[in-house]
Nanobody, 127 residues
Framework: QVQLVESGGGLVQAGGSLRLSCAASGRTFRGYGVAWFRQTPGKERTFVAGIKWNGGSTSYADSVKGRFTISRDNAKNTVYLQMNSLKPEDTAVYTC????????????????????WGQGTQVTVSS
C-alpha cells in the first residue's frame, strides 16, 4: 500500500510559479512511474505530466509543455512538479498518482494505468 500526500499548492498571480510535491509513504515508489493529473469542478481529470520509473523519460500535456517540469527524487520518495508562467486556466486540484505496473518501458498517461492516488492540492491562478 502506498499513501501519497501532495503539497505546495496555493494562490498565485498569473505569470507566477509554484512547486508541487508528492511524497510517498508506506511503500517506496521506486520502480514505478508517477504522474500528475488535474481536475476542475464538473470536468474530467486530465493528465498533466508523467515521469518514468527511473526518471529517464517524461511526458507532458500540450497545454503545459515548456512551462511545467516533472522530476523525482527516489531517495526521498518524492516527485515534484515545477510550474512556471502560470495561467488562470491552470487553476485546478492537482493530484499525483503511482503506476499499477513496475519497470514500464514508457511513461503512463491515462488514469486507468495508475493504482494509487493522493488527495490533491488546490492551485489557483488569479488574472
Amino acid at each position: 500500500q502506498v499513501q501519497l500526500v501532495e503539497s505546495g499548492g496555493g494562490l498565485v498571480q498569473a505569470g507566477g510559479s509554484l512547486r508541487l510535491s508528492c511524497a510517498a509513504s508506506g511503500r517506496t515508489f521506486r520502480g514505478y512511474g508517477v504522474a500528475w493529473f488535474r481536475q476542475t469542478p464538473g470536468k474530467e481529470r486530465t493528465f498533466v505530466a508523467g515521469i518514468k520509473w527511473n526518471g529517464g523519460s517524461t511526458s507532458y500535456a500540450d497545454s503545459v509543455k515548456g512551462r511545467f517540469t516533472i522530476s523525482r527524487d527516489n531517495a526521498k520518495n518524492t516527485v515534484y512538479l515545477q510550474m512556471n508562467s502560470l495561467k488562470p486556466e491552470d487553476t485546478a486540484v492537482y493530484t499525483c498518482a503511482v503506476d499499477r505496473s513496475p519497470i514500464k518501458t514508457g511513461v503512463s498517461t491515462t488514469a486507468h494505468e495508475f493504482e494509487y492516488w493522493g488527495q490533491g492540492t488546490q492551485v489557483t491562478v488569479s488574472s
